[in-house]
């Protein structure tokens, strides 16, 4: 996304699978493949990562 993804926007990257079109690819953002998942971010199931990750960026919100 050409000036980032904006907090609560879906990726334009991911697939009907949730999975990323650019995994693995030289142009997935160097953010990306640096990232870690964690439990504390990604709990233990995707329904937990949603639920987590809405309440970061509500966290972290301007
Ligand atoms: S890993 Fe990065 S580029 Fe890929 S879908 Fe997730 S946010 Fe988008």
């Known amino acids: 996304m ?3 993804k ?3 926007i879906r ?4 697939d009907e699978h949730q999975l ?3 995994f693995g690819k030289s142009n997935r953002p ?7 998942a ?3 971010v990604c709990g ?8 987590l ?3 970061w960026e509500r966290l972290t919100a301007p």
């Open 44 to 51: 233990d199931n995707a329904d937990q990562a949603a639920i």
């Open 11 to 14: 990726c334009i990257h991911l």
């Open 38 to 40: 964690d439990t504390e």
């Open 6 to 8: 904006p907090a609560g």
């Open 53 to 55: 990750l809405a309440e």
């Open 30 to 36: 160097a953010v990306c493949g640096d990232f870690q």
């Open 20 to 22: 990323c079109r650019l």
């Open 2 to 4: 050409p000036n980032g």
